[in-house]
């Protein structure tokens, strides 16, 4: 059973950063997958970004490209999203997820387990 805990969430302005993390416990080498997407009220879930455990492999949505960053601590078991230059509109719930290799990493159903989420709250 792969567990999966985020952190970081905040409530900053626009234009501010974040580092979320995701904590991973009870992995196989077979979820070498763990993306993040986020969800905002109302709307659906959606892709953010995603890394393998095994490469160095990096996935992101283009609406991130450029201003977040997803890294690895293999040692820690950890996750991190970098978040910068944010605004209003990345104001989610921001959800870590494990998966096996392959493709559609974008799509929320190919993902096994997941974490509880973090807020992040964005000001004008």
């Known amino acids: 059973q792969v567990r999966l805990v985020e952190s970081g969430g905040a409530l900053v302005q626009a234009g501010g950063s974040l580092r979320l993390s995701c904590a991973v416990s009870?992995?196989?080498?077979?979820?070498?997958?763990t993306g993040w997407f986020r969800q905002a009220p109302g709307k659906e879930r959606e892709f953010v970004a995603a890394?393998?455990?095994?490469?160095?492999?990096?996935w992101y949505a283009d609406s991130v490209r450029g201003r977040f960053t997803i890294s690895r601590d293999n040692a820690k078991n950890t996750v991190y999203l970098q978040v910068n230059s944010l605004k209003p509109e990345d104001t989610a719930v921001y959800y870590c997820?494990?998966?096996?290799?392959?493709?559609?990493?974008?799509?929320?159903?190919?993902?096994?387990?997941w974490g509880q989420g973090t807020q992040v709250t964005v000001s004008s």
């Open positions: 890394t393998s455990w095994s490469v160095d492999g990096t």
């Open positions: 997820a494990a998966r096996r290799g392959g493709m559609n990493l974008d799509k929320t159903y190919t993902y096994d387990y």
């Open positions: 009870g992995r196989t080498a077979s979820h070498d997958i």
